[in-house]
């Protein structure tokens, strides 16, 4: 299930729980960015058209996510 932009839905109600529960994101958020960089790391590798695609699908789905989940995250006092 994909909600609207491309944010997987898991993505979404995870931050949600994490945000009614005063949790913090950046362990969502640090999982995201894993995962794109092994996203990043395969697309410098993969020459299939099609899967260079599918690449790209995902690393615009991560980088909508992490700009909702910044949005969300709680910022810290000084």
Known sequence: MEI???ISAPV???AMFCVRLGRSVT??????LA???KLIEQLSV???ADERDK?????RQIN???VFLRKTE?????
């Not at 690449?55 to 690393?59: E, P, S």
């Not at 709680?74 to 000084?78: D, T």
Request: charged share 30%; no cysteine; net charge positive.
């Open 35 to 37: 995962r794109k960089q």
């Open 12 to 14: 979404v109600f995870a």
């Open 55 to 59: 690449i790209g699908r995902q690393l």
């Open 64 to 66: 909508t996510a992490l």
């Open 46 to 48: 993969t020459e299939d």
């Open 4 to 6: 609207a932009l491309g």
């Open 74 to 78: 709680p910022k810290s006092e000084e």
């Open 27 to 32: 362990p969502v958020i640090k999982n995201l």
